[in-house]
C-alpha cells in the first residue's frame, strides 16, 4: 500500500514508539465550591451536622454525595479521587468534622453511580493528577447516588462502604449487588458485598421477563461468600433481558461478560468481513453492525448531522454472526445512527466503524471518500530514510502549530499546514517553512482522530490534548473550517497530509486504542461489556488510568484496531503510528496491526 521507505516508517513507530500517556481528559476542574452555605444538616437519622463544620452549595441541576473518612493520621496530603460516566478524574481535598473528614461533591442529575479512590501521599491533594499519591485501598470502588443527598462512611484500610443514623458512631454495612454476569449458557455469576449466606433456593431467584427460571445449582450453596454461580436449566439467549434477585440485595439484570470468551460465542459470533459501516453501492447504501446480543437494532436517518430528528427510522435485520443490516437508496451526505436494545435498555449509538460525521461526531455520515480527495492527491511519498536511527521526529499539537502564527489564515486547523511563506515579526519563517528549516523527516500529530471534549462548534473555549476518543476513524472536527459538513473535515486533512509530503515531510499519528473517553461509549451501547475489560465484581479496569481499559484481547476489538489502523494508513496516507500505553493491548494483536500496516 506504501513505498519501501514508508513501510520501513510505518515499522519503526509501530516498534518503538510506545510512549507512556499523556493524559486522559486532565482538563476538568475538582469541584470544591466555597465552604458554607448549601448542602444538608442532617446526614442519615437524627444527626444535625454542627454549624461550623464543611458545607458545600449544591449546584442547580446536581444530587450531592458526601465521603466520611475515619482516618488516624494527618490529612494534609490526602484527598478523594472521584470520576464518573462523563468525567475524568480528579482530587477533592478532605475537611475535618465529628467523624474525621469529609469530602463533599456535586455530581450531575442523571448519574447514579460514581468511582472513587480515597488518596494518601498526594502531591497535588485536590489536583488532576496522581504524582506520588497512594491508594488507602488497592481497588476501585464505586458508590450509589441515593436521591438528592448521598452519603458514604468509610474505615481507613476497609474496602466496606457504611450508612450511619448517627453521624458515624454506630455504622451499618451498604449491601450492593454489583454485578450478574452470564458466564456461559446456563450459568450466572453474582457478586455482592458485603459477603453473605445463600442456604436455600428462596433466597435467589432468576426470571426471564415475569417466568422465573429453574436453579439446577448454585456454587456458593451455605457457604458465607462475596461471589457465586448460578446453573439454570434453561439454555440462556444472549438477547433476551433475564434478571437476578437476591433477598436482601435487590436485583441486577443479567449481562453477556465471560460468555464473550467461550469457543462457542467465538466460532459462532465473531466476524471476519471488511463490510462493516456504511459502504455506498450506486445509488444505495448498506449499513451493517455488529450487535449479537441486541434483541432489536433500528437505523435512523437524519439530513443533517447537528439538528431535528429522524426522517426515517426501520428496523435493521439479524444475519448471521450477529450482524444487523439495511440496505436504503441514500448516499454521500446522509447522516445516521443505530438505536440498539439489548440486556441494558435502548440507547442511540454511533456507528464505530463510521468515517465521517457530524458536528461533535453524534451522528456518522455516509461519505464517498473519492469526493474528500485534494487535487493531485497520491500515495507515493518516500521519506528517503536509510535507516530508523536517521528519523527526526517532531511532536505537535495541531491547534497549537498555529494559534500565535499572527500572519496564519487558518489557526488552530489543518490547513494551517498547508500555508507557506509565512514570517514572524522578526522576519523568520514561520509554519510549515520552520518545519523545513529545522531539517525534520517526520512530524507527529498528537491525537487527530474525533475526541470528546472539544465543543466543535466553539472550539476556542476549551483545550484538550485528544486523548478521550469518540469516534476513531472520524477526524477531529474542531481543527476543520466546517465541522458541520463530515466530508470537510476529511479533505482539509488530507490536504494538512499533502503539504507536508510535498515539504519532504513524513506523518506520524497519535492513536489511542486502550481506552475511550468513557465506559458509555457506543462500543458499549451496542454490544455491553464486550470491548472492556471488567474487575470480577463488574467494575472497569482502570490500567490506563482512565477508568474504562479496552478489550483488544478479543477478536472482535483487535479487529476493530487493524481495520482502524490500515484504513487512516491506506485512506489518509499517513507514514506510521504512535500507540499510546501499547503495553496494554496483547501482543497478538499488535503483532496484526504491524503485518496490516505493512
Same mark, same amino acid.
Given at each position: 500500500?506504501?513505498?519501501?521507505?514508508?513501510?520501513?516508517?510505518s515499522?519503526?513507530?509501530?516498534?518503538i514508539?510506545?510512549?507512556?500517556i499523556?493524559?486522559?481528559?486532565?482538563?476538568?476542574?475538582?469541584?470544591?465550591?466555597?465552604?458554607?452555605?448549601?448542602?444538608?444538616?442532617?446526614?442519615?437519622? =437524627?444527626?444535625?451536622?454542627?454549624?461550623?463544620e464543611?458545607?458545600? +452549595?449544591?449546584?442547580e441541576?446536581?444530587?450531592? #454525595?458526601?465521603?466520611?473518612?475515619?482516618?488516624?493520621?494527618?490529612?494534609?496530603?490526602?484527598?478523594?479521587?472521584?470520576?464518573?460516566?462523563?468525567?475524568?478524574?480528579?482530587?477533592?481535598?478532605?475537611?475535618?468534622?465529628?467523624?474525621?473528614?469529609?469530602?463533599?461533591?456535586n455530581?450531575p442529575?442523571?448519574?447514579?453511580?460514581?468511582?472513587?479512590?480515597?488518596?494518601?501521599d498526594?502531591?497535588?491533594?485536590?489536583?488532576?493528577?496522581?504524582?506520588?499519591?497512594t491508594?488507602? #485501598?488497592? =481497588?476501585?470502588?464505586?458508590?450509589?447516588?441515593e436521591?438528592?443527598?448521598?452519603?458514604?462512611?468509610?474505615?481507613?484500610?476497609d +474496602?466496606?462502604?457504611?450508612?450511619?443514623?448517627d453521624?458515624?458512631?454506630?455504622?451499618?454495612?451498604?449491601?450492593?449487588?454489583?454485578?450478574?454476569?452470564?458466564?456461559?449458557?446456563?450459568?450466572?455469576?453474582?457478586?455482592?458485598t +458485603?459477603?453473605?449466606?445463600?442456604?436455600? !433456593?428462596?433466597?435467589?431467584?432468576?426470571?426471564?421477563?415475569?417466568?422465573?427460571?429453574?436453579?439446577?445449582?448454585?456454587?456458593?450453596?451455605?457457604?458465607?461468600?462475596?461471589?457465586?454461580?448460578?446453573?439454570?436449566?434453561e439454555?440462556?439467549?444472549?438477547?433476551?433481558?433475564?434478571?437476578?434477585?437476591?433477598?436482601?440485595?435487590?436485583?441486577?439484570?443479567?449481562?453477556?461478560?465471560?460468555?464473550?470468551?467461550?469457543?462457542?460465542?467465538?466460532?459462532?459470533?465473531?466476524?471476519?468481513?471488511?463490510?462493516?459501516?456504511?459502504?455506498?453501492?450506486?445509488?444505495?447504501?448498506?449499513?451493517?453492525?455488529?450487535?449479537?446480543?441486541?434483541?432489536?437494532v433500528?437505523?435512523?436517518?437524519?439530513?443533517?448531522?447537528?439538528?431535528?430528528?429522524?426522517?426515517?427510522?426501520? =428496523?435493521?435485520?439479524?444475519?448471521e454472526?450477529?450482524?444487523?443490516?439495511?440496505?436504503?437508496?441514500?448516499g454521500?451526505?446522509?447522516?445516521?445512527?443505530?438505536?440498539?436494545?439489548?440486556?441494558?435498555?435502548t440507547q442511540?449509538?454511533?456507528?464505530?466503524?463510521?468515517?465521517?460525521?457530524?458536528?461533535?461526531?453524534?451522528?456518522?455520515?455516509?461519505?464517498?471518500?473519492?469526493?474528500?480527495?485534494?487535487?493531485?492527491?497520491?500515495?507515493?511519498?518516500?521519506?528517503?530514510?536509510?535507516?530508523?536511527?536517521?528519523?527526526?521526529?517532531?511532536?505537535?499539537?495541531?491547534?497549537?502549530?498555529?494559534?500565535?502564527?499572527?500572519?496564519?489564515?487558518?489557526?488552530?486547523?489543518?490547513?494551517?499546514?498547508?500555508?507557506?511563506?509565512?514570517?514572524?515579526?522578526?522576519?523568520m519563517?514561520v509554519?510549515?517553512d520552520?518545519?523545513?528549516?529545522?531539517?525534520?523527516?517526520?512530524?507527529?500529530?498528537?491525537?487527530v482522530?474525533?475526541?470528546?471534549?472539544?465543543?466543535?462548534?466553539n472550539?476556542?473555549?476549551?483545550?484538550?490534548?485528544?486523548?478521550?476518543?469518540?469516534?476513531?476513524?472520524?477526524?477531529?472536527?474542531? !481543527?476543520s473550517?466546517?465541522?458541520?459538513?463530515?466530508?470537510?473535515?476529511?479533505?482539509?486533512?488530507?490536504q494538512?497530509?499533502?503539504?507536508?509530503?510535498?515539504?519532504?515531510?513524513?506523518?506520524?499519528?497519535?492513536?489511542? !486504542?486502550?481506552?475511550?473517553?468513557?465506559?458509555?461509549s457506543?462500543?458499549?451501547?451496542?454490544? +455491553?461489556?464486550?470491548? !472492556?475489560?471488567?474487575t470480577?465484581?463488574g467494575?472497569?479496569?482502570?490500567?490506563?488510568?482512565?477508568?474504562?481499559?479496552?478489550a483488544?484481547?478479543?477478536?472482535?476489538?483487535?479487529?476493530?484496531?487493524?481495520?482502524?489502523?490500515?484504513?487512516?494508513?491506506e485512506?489518509?496516507?499517513?507514514?506510521?503510528?504512535?500507540?499510546?500505553?501499547?503495553?496494554l493491548?496483547?501482543?497478538?494483536?499488535?503483532?496484526?496491526?504491524?503485518?496490516?500496516?505493512?
Amino acid at each position: 500500500m506504501k513505498s519501501t521507505f514508508t513501510k520501513i516508517i510505518s515499522l519503526l513507530l509501530v516498534l518503538i514508539l510506545s510512549l507512556t500517556i499523556v493524559g486522559c481528559k486532565d482538563d476538568e476542574e475538582p469541584g470544591n465550591g466555597g465552604n458554607n452555605g448549601g448542602g444538608t444538616e442532617n446526614p442519615g437519622g =437524627d444527626y444535625v451536622m454542627p454549624e461550623d463544620e464543611y458545607r458545600l +452549595p449544591k449546584e442547580e441541576g446536581h444530587n450531592q #454525595i458526601t465521603f466520611y473518612w475515619s482516618y488516624p493520621g494527618v490529612v494534609e496530603n490526602c484527598d478523594v479521587w472521584v470520576w464518573w460516566d462523563g468525567k475524568e478524574g480528579s482530587g477533592y481535598l478532605l475537611h475535618e468534622c465529628d467523624y474525621g473528614y469529609k469530602a463533599v461533591i456535586n455530581v450531575p442529575e442523571g448519574i447514579d453511580r460514581v468511582g472513587f479512590i480515597v488518596r494518601r501521599d498526594c502531591s497535588e491533594p485536590g489536583g488532576s493528577a496522581w504524582g506520588t499519591a497512594t491508594k488507602d #485501598i488497592e =481497588d476501585d470502588r464505586f458508590a450509589v447516588i441515593e436521591g438528592t443527598d448521598t452519603f458514604i462512611y468509610l474505615q481507613t484500610g476497609d +474496602p466496606a462502604q457504611y450508612t450511619s443514623k448517627d453521624g458515624g458512631k454506630t455504622l451499618e454495612m451498604i449491601k450492593k449487588f454489583t454485578l450478574a454476569g452470564m458466564t456461559d449458557f446456563h450459568k450466572i455469576q453474582y457478586s455482592l458485598t +458485603p459477603k453473605t449466606t445463600i442456604s436455600n !433456593y428462596k433466597q435467589i431467584k432468576v426470571y426471564d421477563g415475569d417466568k422465573e427460571l429453574t436453579i439446577l445449582s448454585l456454587s456458593s450453596m451455605g457457604k458465607e461468600a462475596v461471589s457465586g454461580t448460578i446453573e439454570v436449566a434453561e439454555t440462556l439467549d444472549l438477547s433476551k433481558n433475564y434478571r437476578v434477585e437476591i433477598e436482601g440485595y435487590g436485583s441486577q439484570p443479567v449481562v453477556p461478560t465471560s460468555i464473550f470468551d467461550s469457543q462457542y460465542f467465538i466460532e459462532n459470533f465473531t466476524y471476519d468481513g471488511d463490510d462493516l459501516g456504511a459502504v455506498i453501492n450506486g445509488s444505495n447504501t448498506t449499513f451493517k453492525v455488529w450487535a449479537p446480543t441486541a434483541s432489536k437494532v433500528v437505523l435512523n436517518l437524519f439530513e443533517t448531522g447537528h439538528t431535528g430528528t429522524a426522517y426515517k427510522s426501520v =428496523d435493521m435485520v439479524k444475519g448471521e454472526r450477529g450482524v444487523w443490516s439495511y440496505t436504503e437508496a441514500c448516499g454521500h451526505g446522509t447522516y445516521y445512527t443505530y438505536t440498539v436494545t439489548t440486556s441494558v435498555g435502548t440507547q442511540e449509538a454511533v456507528d464505530p466503524y463510521a468515517k465521517a460525521a457530524g458536528l461533535n461526531g453524534n451522528r456518522g455520515m455516509v461519505v464517498d471518500l473519492s469526493k474528500t480527495n485534494p487535487e493531485k492527491w497520491t500515495d507515493d511519498f518516500s521519506s528517503g530514510l536509510k535507516s530508523y536511527a536517521d528519523a527526526v521526529i517532531w511532536e505537535v499539537h495541531v491547534r497549537d502549530f498555529s494559534n500565535k502564527i499572527a500572519s496564519s489564515n487558518y489557526k488552530g486547523k489543518y490547513l494551517a499546514f498547508t500555508e507557506t511563506g509565512l514570517v514572524n515579526e522578526y522576519g523568520m519563517p514561520v509554519g510549515i517553512d520552520y518545519l523545513v528549516e529545522l531539517g525534520i523527516t517526520h512530524v507527529h500529530l498528537l491525537p487527530v482522530y474525533d475526541y470528546q471534549t472539544v465543543d466543535e462548534a466553539n472550539p476556542d473555549s476549551q483545550f484538550n490534548w485528544g486523548y478521550d476518543p469518540k469516534n476513531y476513524n472520524v477526524p477531529e472536527g474542531s !481543527y476543520s473550517t466546517n465541522p458541520y459538513d463530515g466530508a470537510v473535515r476529511i479533505n482539509e486533512y488530507k490536504q494538512m497530509v499533502q503539504a507536508l509530503h510535498d515539504a519532504g515531510i513524513g506523518v506520524i499519528m497519535d492513536v489511542v !486504542y486502550n481506552h475511550t473517553y468513557d465506559a458509555n461509549s457506543s462500543f458499549n451501547k451496542i454490544v +455491553p461489556y464486550y470491548y !472492556y475489560r471488567y474487575t470480577a465484581t463488574g467494575a472497569n479496569s482502570s490500567a490506563s488510568g482512565c477508568g474504562n481499559d479496552t478489550a483488544s484481547e478479543r477478536y472482535m476489538f483487535g479487529k476493530f484496531m487493524v481495520d482502524s489502523v490500515s484504513y487512516w494508513a491506506e485512506e489518509y496516507n499517513l507514514d506510521g503510528f504512535r500507540f499510546d500505553l501499547m503495553g496494554l493491548h496483547d501482543l497478538y494483536t499488535m503483532q496484526n496491526v504491524e503485518a496490516a500496516v505493512h
